[in-house]
């Protein structure tokens, strides 16, 4: 019997094979990217100097600070990472409702319309008062101090309290929540309440808020469509998007300055004693939001790193490229073009952290959160001190990274806490503690 080989019969297919791997193939495609964790690999870097203006003078003295340097920084951080800041708009409560909340708090439940007409966005606010057997916080004045947050889950998922009302809209899925299908369940009540501590901080004096960030940006890659943004002119193709467009972290920002809008119309709260917290990607949100708003007397960042309180050019965790490429969405589109070229930015993120200078700053890290590189956000903390020196006050107050679970600081607070990526009760009262020094009653 001849034999046949098959090549002439496969050759065809092969070559088709072939072909496709070639057009698939980028030819620019970067190799897998490594995630360094070993802090003997730390290439060495050195940060831009934070107090020097546009044209390389120094900046010496708080006006210099406020009209040289720091205008120079935000340009940049608008420019290069987060995008242009969305204007401010009318805000208007509607369906406001009050009752009574966990441990004898008071609630208010507002729907904030964030525009003019129906169509405008809004987003639901969840405030609960300390009790009202509870005394004023200063004499003659029943005013409180307020930590103001986003969260994750819908403001249901954050308390037990059956009055809270359901987002009717896109929420992530988790397992925490039991969420599957992108829509808010009943049973997903109280299943994040371990990240809101209320009754401990009302038993301290604090009036605290929330408000789910997706109301105003659902978080993911074409979340664009349904976000607020459309509403207030800006672009919404991720294709046809201008360099310095904002993305869904300058979004949320905007979110929260708008409830600041409302809650200091409030008769209960003190205006000047509004401070902003935020977790993971809303840590990143609460330093923007911080930074474009100064009406926000202290700023709280808990395990924001990359893109937040973490120091880029440490080559540590989580890097611009990959932050840039699993979440597009969150910065502008500049951003992304400084993957793998952390050194060569004309900025850091100690220029974020002293966007809130000469107010009080707390950022807080996680010990097993090494993603988040808890030394890279420390560190990003010592060198953004010079900006609160420049009032003559101290910024973090010592350059030895602290051990788990002991904070340390002086206008700038810090610690790293015992266990993983996550928002517990351990922080917010240490943010408390912090809080109560850094903004004394009755001043």
């Not at 809303?282 to 926000?296: I, M, V």
């Not at 952290?353 to 807080?364: E, G, K, N, Q, S």
């Not at 788990?404 to 009760?425: E, K, M, N, T």
Request: glycine share 10%; with cysteine; hydrophobic share 40%.
């Amino acid at each position: 019997m001849l034999f046949r080989s098959p090549l002439p019969r496969l050759l065809p297919a092969l070559f088709l094979l072939v072909l496709l791997a070639a057009m698939t193939h980028d030819a620019h495609a970067q190799p897998p990217e490594e995630f360094n964790e070993d802090e003997s690999k730390v290439e060495a870097y050195t940060l831009p100097d934070l107090l020097v203006g546009p044209d390389g003078e120094e900046v010496t003295t708080p006006e210099g600070w406020r009209t040289v340097a720091r205008p120079r920084w935000m340009e940049i951080l608008e420019e290069q990472e987060y995008g242009r800041r969305p204007a401010p708009v009318p805000v208007t409560a509607e369906k406001v409702e009050r009752g009574e909340g966990p441990g004898g708090t008071r609630r208010i439940q507002a729907r904030l319309r964030l525009g003019q007409g129906p169509d405008a966005p809004a987003t639901e606010v969840l405030l609960y008062l300390p009790p009202l057997s509870l005394p004023p916080d200063r004499p003659g004045a029943a005013r409180f101090p307020t930590f103001l947050h986003l969260n994750f889950g819908g403001n249901h998922a954050e308390t037990a309290d059956p009055a809270v009302r359901i987002p009717a809209g896109w929420v992530p899925n988790g397992k925490e929540t039991g969420v599957t299908e992108n829509r808010a369940l009943a049973a997903s009540r109280g299943t994040l309440a371990h990240r809101w501590p209320i009754d401990r901080l009302a038993a301290r004096g604090f009036a605290t808020a929330t408000a789910y960030y997706g109301d105003v940006f659902p978080d993911r890659a074409d979340g664009r469509a349904e976000s607020a943004l459309p509403s207030l002119g800006y672009e919404s193709d991720r294709a046809r998007l201008a360099p310095d467009e904002p993305g869904a972290i300058s979004t949320w920002a905007w979110q929260l300055s708008r409830i600041l809008d409302w809650l200091v119309t409030l008769p209960e709260i003190d205006p000047e004693r509004v401070i902003v917290v935020g977790h993971s990607r809303l840590g990143k949100t609460a330093l923007w939001a911080g930074a474009g708003d100064e009406r926000f007397a202290m700023v709280v960042s808990n395990e924001s790193g990359c893109g937040g309180a973490a120091l880029e050019r440490r080559n540590f965790g989580e890097t611009v490229r990959r932050i840039t490429t699993v979440f597009p969405h969150w910065f502008c589109p500049n951003f992304a073009g400084w993957a793998g070229r952390a050194p060569e930015m004309p900025f850091d993120q100690h220029v974020l952290l002293a966007m809130t200078a000469p107010r009080p700053l707390y950022v807080a890290s996680a010990a097993e959160d090494l993603w988040a590189d808890p030394r890279g956000e420390f560190l990003a903390a010592v060198a953004a001190a010079p900006a609160w020196e420049l009032f003559g006050k101290e910024g973090l107050g010592t350059a030895d990274f602290p051990a788990p679970d002991a904070p340390v600081g002086g206008s700038i607070g810090y610690h790293v806490r015992s266990g993983a990526h996550d928002l517990l009760a351990w922080d917010w009262e240490r943010f408390a503690d912090f809080a109560e020094k850094a903004l004394p009653r009755g001043r």
